[in-house]
């Protein structure tokens, strides 16, 4: 007959570490695809789980869309934008 195990007696092979997993994290990077009618479109590819949309668009400044150079240098970036646990970080 085996001795009655307690609700407070920890099974056997069990650890006090707490939960091994660890918050997920969602990377999302923005590549630009084109400029029209004053906003760039960025095609979106994610690390991680959530995949809530693959295309979003950001409007430009009308200062920003007149100068060659400005637009060059928004359209040639990739922005990199890290979810973890509410917080938020941007790359460009």
Do not use: C
């Amino acid at each position: 007959m085996q001795p009655q195990r307690h609700l407070w007696q920890k099974k056997k092979g069990s650890t006090s570490s707490g939960p091994s997993t660890k918050p997920s994290q969602l990377t999302m990077t923005l590549f630009p695809t084109k400029f029209e009618n004053g906003k760039i479109e960025y095609k979106i590819r994610y690390k991680g789980r959530s995949r809530p949309f693959s295309r979003a668009k950001a409007l430009v400044t009308s200062e920003q869309s007149r100068d060659p150079t400005k637009l060059k240098e928004l359209l040639s970036q990739v922005l990199t934008i890290t979810l973890d646990g509410g917080t938020s970080s941007t790359n460009a």
